[in-house]
């Protein structure tokens, strides 16, 4: 099956994931203009009303680029759904979708026909995480377009299988876009993803340690002195099993190798977006993938991109030769 016009010709095969609190259109935008997709949470926008602001603001900052260079127009942009009973507001930002006509939603938590019948009427296209054989599945059965296999190692919300039992498995029976998501931050790991068969790699926690991302200097900072030995698996925080940071924890006065296990009940994204109260993911406990022994400082996004694109083609000569 050939990929959606959409995702076709970008210049490189990567998809930036959505980052809870911390993407944000700064960060988007170099992303396009720098080759990949960018992509958002609706909900970081806050109130619900800034969203048409950050849509129109993309839109218009891409469309600008574009004009000014057509030798190199952006990549597409994305915005993440989540598609999950505490999200109060599902209803309200994909109407602001389709005002602007996002290009491309990427649909987490729950996967739900009207939503993807809603994201095509307006000729968008739809990719889906999930964690394991059987999600994708039915993912596929509601009408999803493509799929965003979330491996072991994924910052944030992150499922415990081997990126190549999951892509073989997928594999054998949908031939639609995949990307990868699992401790992708060095080109290597971009041409490795697709070797296996994923059309795109899935990278998020490298652009947390971007001077665009709304995150503060010490959680960006702690990313680029991390490493593996750095990340939690735990779902005390959300209910729902993610990847995090051993030292925001302990800094919550919490010990990372001894943590209790929660409710799943206990999701609620209304929650981590509120300022007051209790420590929280994602804004206290901070969510990382394994893979941040790759960055080595904090850097614009549209540099970020370039050493990707360096150390993909690096591979690709390694390979070959």
């Known amino acids: 099956m050939p990929l959606p016009p959409i995702l076709q010709k970008l210049p490189l095969p990567i998809i930036g994931a959505p980052l809870f609190i911390i993407s944000n259109p700064r960060l988007v935008i170099e992303q396009c203009k720098a080759g990949v997709v960018g992509s958002m949470p609706a909900l970081n926008a ?6 048409d602001d950050w849509l129109a603001e993309i839109t218009e900052a891409l469309a600008a680029h574009d004009r000014a260079h057509p030798e190199r127009p952006a990549a597409p942009f994305a915005i993440n759904q989540i598609v999950h009973r505490s999200n109060d507001r599902l209803e309200h930002d994909m109407a602001v979708c389709a005002k602007y006509r996002v290009p491309i939603v990427i649909t987490s938590l729950g996967a739900r026909t009207d939503i993807n019948d809603a994201v095509h009427a307006w000729g968008g296209v ?4 999930v964690i394991n054989n059987t999600f994708a599945r039915k993912a596929i059965e509601k009408g999803a377009d493509g799929l965003i296999a979330v491996a072991a190692g994924a910052g944030g919300h992150a499922g415990v299988k081997s990126p190549f039992a999951l892509v073989q498995e997928i594999r054998q029976w949908f031939d639609g876009p995949v990307a990868l998501s699992g401790a ?3 080109g290597g790991a971009v041409l490795a993803a697709r070797a296996m068969g994923a059309d795109f790699a899935y990278v998020g926690s ?7 991302a709304h995150a503060v200097d010490g959680y ?3 990313i680029v002195e991390g490493s593996s030995d750095d990340i939690v698996y735990s779902n005390l925080f ?3 099993h993610g990847n995090y940071l051993k030292g925001s924890i302990r800094s919550a006065g919490l010990d990372p190798d001894a943590l209790p296990e929660s409710d799943p009940s206990a999701m609620n ?4 977006l509120n300022d007051s109260g209790p420590k929280k993911a994602w804004k206290d406990i901070w969510g990382c993938g394994q893979g941040i022994g790759a960055v080595q400082q904090v850097v614009p996004a549209r540099l970020l991109v370039e050493r990707l694109a360096r150390e993909y083609r690096d591979a690709v000569s390694r390979v070959a030769s």
């Open 46 to 51: 806050r109130p619900a009303a800034q969203l």
């Open 126 to 129: 739809v990719l889906h995480d």
């Open 184 to 186: 992708i931050a060095h």
């Open 206 to 212: 490298a652009f947390i340690a971007t001077e665009e």
């Open 220 to 222: 960006k900072q702690a």
């Open 238 to 240: 959300t209910g729902v």
């Open 269 to 272: 994204f209304g929650a981590a």
